[in-house]
């Protein structure tokens, strides 16, 4: 009677995992393993429940792996593909051991990353299920992370200046995440974006004193929170914002990997970001527009010079 009792637990257990669990797919895309492709992971952001299953496919020409981890700590032991040959694929299922945010990225090429928030069975964030929902704990993050972000402005000491940039970006990503539990998302863009530039702060500090192998973890981690904003314009069909924030996050995952220096490709620049006569190139080339469609591009001063005789191109 025990054993039926058990075997029929079993069979219902399986029933309801069937009920809540789902099969999603993502692709790695041809050139995925060229930094200068935006498109790595497709989708490269996600939000499951517990118990879905994600499965990765390589559309790509060369090997890539899916590693839990960043490229700035390492892989975190969650899950590995191991080497994926074109054509290949990999399949995981998050459990309730891998609740919150999971990111992951390709060891091979370590600008290939992407994220997965893994919520709970009723889709409620699980990152937010210890957060209370409340208006005066939001109002009350932001002012505290207003007095800390001062508080970095005026002091000279690089160790209070460093923890006084993390501190507020704390307190940002926890009012934005009040204001997402309560709905406000126009508020929580805001603070994620807050907190993004906070990281970016502590990076930025960091690199000036030398300590650059620390400062990825913090541009990686405003990357995160900057990709947070754009999915929160997005909720709210202000695709303008969320494209500035989805460039912004691109351009902190690859300072993470080159440094500040890093510049976003033109397009994405003129797309997103800035007007025409704004876009910025790497050090040593110089702008010019496409004639046949006034596309961006960077060129050395010289090639620039022919494909503008040739009208190829103009300044």
């Not at 700590?73 to 995981?92: A, T, W």
């Not at 990281?199 to 990686?220: D, I, P, R, W």
Request: aromatic letters at 12%; glycine letters at 6%; one cysteine or more.
């Amino acid at each position: 009677m025990v054993s039926l009792f058990v075997c029929v637990l079993f069979l219902f257990s399986l029933e309801i995992d069937s009920v809540h669990a789902e099969a999603l797919k993502v692709i790695i895309p041809p050139r995925a393993s060229d930094p200068t492709n935006p498109f790595h992971f497709i989708p490269s952001d996600l939000q499951i429940l517990v118990l879905d299953t994600i499965r990765w496919e390589n559309n790509d020409s060369v090997i890539h792996t899916v590693t839990s981890g960043t490229y700035s700590s390492g892989p975190d032991g969650i899950f590995n593909s191991g080497p994926l040959e074109p054509g290949d694929s990999f399949s995981y299922r998050f459990l309730w051991k891998d609740s919150g945010i999971v990111t992951y990225f390709c060891t091979i090429h370590p600008w290939v990353n992407g994220i997965v928030e893994v919520q709970d069975p009723e889709g409620i964030p699980v990152t937010r299920i210890a957060k209370s929902g409340s208006i005066e704990l939001a109002e009350m993050q932001v002012v505290q992370g207003d007095k800390i972000a001062e508080l970095a402005l005026t002091f000279n000491e690089f160790d209070v200046v460093i923890n006084s940039h993390r501190q507020a970006a704390r307190h940002y990503n926890d009012a934005a995440l009040e204001y997402s539990l309560l709905e406000e998302n126009q508020n929580a863009a805001k603070f994620y974006q807050e907190s993004g530039l906070q990281y970016h702060y502590t990076a930025f500090q960091l690199e000036k004193s030398g300590k650059l192998q620390e400062s990825t973890k913090y541009h990686y981690q405003a990357g995160i929170q900057y990709h947070n904003a754009a999915l929160q314009f997005k909720t709210i069909n202000d695709y303008t914002n969320y494209g500035k924030q989805f460039s912004e996050s691109f351009k902190h995952k690859r300072m993470a990997k080159y440094g500040s220096d890093y510049v976003l490709p033109p397009k994405q620049q003129m797309r997103w970001l800035v007007e025409p006569q704004e876009i910025i190139c790497n050090e040593g080339l110089e702008l010019i527009f496409k004639s046949s469609n006034g596309e961006p591009a960077c060129f050395t001063p010289s090639s620039a010079s022919k494909l503008v005789q040739r009208e190829w191109a103009r300044r």
